[in-house]
């Protein structure tokens, strides 16, 4: 079905009508006329019967199926398709990222090689955005301080950019775990209800930030914003030896009592990810925790149309330019006597000049 998207423009139409009616036509001048001794050719090529008349008659129509043509293309006609119905999805999740210096021990591992703990996170965490079709996803980064790299958005190659960009004790080298709660509920609790969702993941315990994680939590509780915490590492550290830094085993920073309350409190669920592999677990039973659909709404595929009389105009306008400049060109002119432009007297013998 064809529609007009500015039907409106179509009063533009007697617009041309309008203007010849009510205009008012230029002044004659009083002033003497040029005597032209060959008017009488002319004035017969004028009497001509079918010539000049048919031919301003056609000029006019011409330029009337030109200019509604244009008016036509300014209407905006477009081709509508048949609704078509889509499922949309509505979840708006905030990802809050440790980047505390304990995040570049070592302890984590990937086709045999190993790598610090926040390498692992960010290619699992970047897997987890691309598969989030139809969700808004944000970044929170958080170390001493907490700071929104991203706020919620369907762009989700930005979020993966800015995942790509995060770099250990780029927000400081402490942990604040419960200032990275209050950031994203900040940002969260605006959205519709039943649809936000927090995913912090930290390998230490809260020791900066002027808010505690279980009153952070309490807030995200009131605003109903889920949180799921993710507690990272095998709990080794890095220790300075006199034979250099090494890792070392130990119970590590990781305050997971912290993080299961934390989860407790807003509805979520804790999850220990020792390695790659329970990494990987963690997203995934959230991503089919997460996993909804919203009300199937119809879409109608539009396909805009106003470059074909826009291009017909522009065809007919060149054609009338080139038939005005083929009537200019007189090739006999060339041919004419020169006599003819000798002073004569004679309306019906212009060429003889008296002596």
């Known amino acids: ?79 509508i398709g048949d609704a078509q119905p889509v499922t949309s999805h509505g979840r708006d999740l905030m990802l809050a990222l440790d980047l505390s210096g304990s995040m570049e021990t070592p302890d984590f591992e990937l086709q045999g090689q190993a790598l610090e703990r926040l390498s692992v996170v960010r290619a699992v965490a970047k897997n987890f955005v691309e598969e989030r079709e139809g969700d808004r996803v944000g970044l929170v980064l958080f170390g001493s301080r907490a700071y929104l790299q991203a706020p919620l958005t369907l762009d989700h190659p930005t979020v993966i950019q800015m995942l790509d960009e995060s770099e250990i004790g780029l927000a400081g080298e402490e942990t604040a775990i419960g200032d990275a709660i209050g950031l994203a509920v900040k940002h969260l609790r605006d959205r519709p209800a039943d649809e936000r969702v927090l995913i912090l993941l930290s390998d230490g315990a809260n020791n900066a930030g002027v808010l505690e994680p279980v009153q952070a939590a309490q807030l995200a509780a009131a605003e109903g914003i889920r949180v799921y915490t993710i507690g990272l590492g095998t709990g080794a550290q890095m220790v300075r030896t006199a034979f250099g830094t090494r890792l070392a085993p130990g119970a590590g920073q990781l305050d997971e009592t912290t993080l299961k309350k934390v989860a407790e409190l807003t509805g979520g669920v804790y999850f220990r990810a020792r390695d790659t592999a329970s990494l990987l677990g963690a997203h995934a039973q959230i991503d089919a925790l997460e996993t909804t659909e919203g009300e199937a709404v119809t879409v109608r595929p539009t396909q805009a149309l106003f470059y074909w009389p826009m291009g017909a105009a522009m065809i007919g306008a060149v054609g009338l330019l080139g038939l005005a400049s083929l009537r200019e060109w007189k090739p006999w002119a060339s041919r004419a006597r020169p006599e003819e432009n000798v002073g004569a007297t004679n309306d019906s013998e212009p060429w003889r000049a008296t002596a």
């Open 1 to 79: 079905m064809i529609e007009l998207q500015w039907p409106w423009m179509l009063l533009a139409l007697p617009i041309p009508i309008l203007v010849w009616r009510l205009w008012r036509p230029a002044p004659e001048n009083g002033g003497g006329a040029l005597r032209v001794p060959f008017y009488a050719r002319f004035s017969a090529l004028r009497d001509e019967p079918g010539s000049q008349g048919n031919r301003a008659r056609a000029v006019v129509s011409i330029k009337a199926v030109l200019w509604s043509l244009l008016v036509l293309a300014a209407a905006r006609p477009a081709w």
